[in-house]
């Protein structure tokens, strides 16, 4: 069961990461600086609750663990990188 809760949780935090990536616009000529607070606001969220996915992961479906903290690790870089780029 911690297998496949696992394996959701990691997909979600990809959906969610593509759909703010999406939604939050940033570009500060239009929008001011408060585009490049919600976007550092909410990479904060998803670098801070990392560690949570990585032993979720961890523990995950067999031949799923490496592919999945390898995608939790490169979410963590998108949105570092992301947030260096507003």
Known sequence: MVDWIALLFVSGLFVICIVAFLT??????????ACVAKWRSFSGCVVRTSPIFILLA???KKGTR???VLWVLTINLDCLMVDLMA
Not at 24 to 33: K, N, R
């Open 24 to 33: 939050i616009p940033c570009d500060v000529a239009l929008y001011g600086w």
């Open 58 to 60: 961890a523990i995950g």
């Open 66 to 68: 490496i592919l999945s």
